[in-house]
């Protein structure tokens, strides 16, 4: 836990965009967005989408895609295509000294693209990946809270009322009873099939962590999930517990040089990179 907020810290030399990438990874409803726009900001970076399903066109409700509200005037690539074109995006916002921030729970999309073989990004890139957790019953619940909003963003209750105008006509009544009843169990299968993925994505982190070895700071937002959202506690508690570990994390990453390592030197530290001590900073927090 944060014991207080604390600034950007101050470390000699400035942040190198060059040759970095941060990854925010995470369970679907996690808050992958949220920090994304939040680091892209601080950072003057850009977003490249890695989530296998908001590639594609349409479905932005279902798909929980960024709306332009959420996104403001942060650049995103990759909305609506990924393969080679991964590659493609973050050497050009690396080009551009911008930070680029790969963002998805789509986490064999991830790992696919740090081992490319034809771009070999993990041979010329240093890697910085993050990971929000969140306790799997708080997010369940957070989850099913989720799916009721999406319904009623794509189903105006205006048009329910059966007792008015041509509405009133012999059979729709009925079909509605039936649609009524039919929505109540897709809604539910929904919300099953939801925590189903948040759990496979939750053991494909696990994985890259234990088996892969790669060295992923884990950001716990629960306390974030259990506050309403909006509320000025939730935005108290993010910016402290997830935000500010992030900057922290983030600039340091960016203050390391590892321009004179070969390539090999480089793969082995993305399998057993250096780990930064926290304590020392003036934002000290418990795992």
């Not at 939040?38 to 066109?57: M, P, R």
């Not at 996104?71 to 000294?97: D, T, Y």
């Not at 048009?159 to 039936?178: C, M, T, W």
């Amino acid at each position: 836990m944060c014991n207080e907020t604390c600034p950007l810290l101050h470390i000699g030399q400035p942040p190198q965009m060059d040759h970095k990438v941060v990854v925010v990874m995470g369970v679907t409803g996690a808050g992958k967005s949220r920090l994304s726009i939040d680091l892209a900001t601080h950072f003057k970076g850009e977003i490249v989408n890695s989530d296998k399903i908001q590639v594609y066109k349409g479905l932005d409700i279902a798909t929980n895609k960024i709306t332009e509200k959420k996104g403001c005037l942060i650049p995103r690539h990759l909305i609506l295509s990924f393969c080679n074109m991964a590659s493609f995006a973050v050497n050009s916002i690396s080009g551009r000294e911008k930070l680029p921030i790969i963002v998805g729970g789509s986490n064999s999309f991830i790992e696919a693209l740090v081992y490319d073989k034809t771009y070999k990004l993990c041979t010329r890139y240093d890697f910085c990946f993050l990971w929000i957790n969140v306790s799997m019953h708080v997010l369940n619940s957070f989850l099913s809270e989720r799916v009721d909003k999406m319904v009623r963003t794509m189903f105006n209750p205006k048009n329910l009322d059966y007792s008015k105008g041509i509405r009133k006509a012999i059979g729709v009544p009925e079909f509605n009873r039936y649609f009524r009843a039919e929505l109540s169990k897709a809604i539910n299968e929904v919300k099953i099939n939801n925590c189903k993925l948040a759990s496979q994505q939750f053991e494909k982190i696990n994985r890259l962590i234990n088996v892969k070895g790669w060295n992923v700071h884990r950001l716990d937002a629960t306390q974030v999930m259990l506050k309403k959202q909006g509320k000025r506690e939730e935005e108290e508690i993010w910016k402290n517990m997830v935000m500010g570990q992030s900057k922290i994390i983030v600039t340091k990453f960016l203050c390391q040089n590892y321009n004179n390592k070969s390539s090999m030197d480089y793969c082995l530290w993305l399998r057993h990179p250096v780990s930064f001590d926290l304590t020392k900073t003036s934002m000290a927090y418990n795992n």
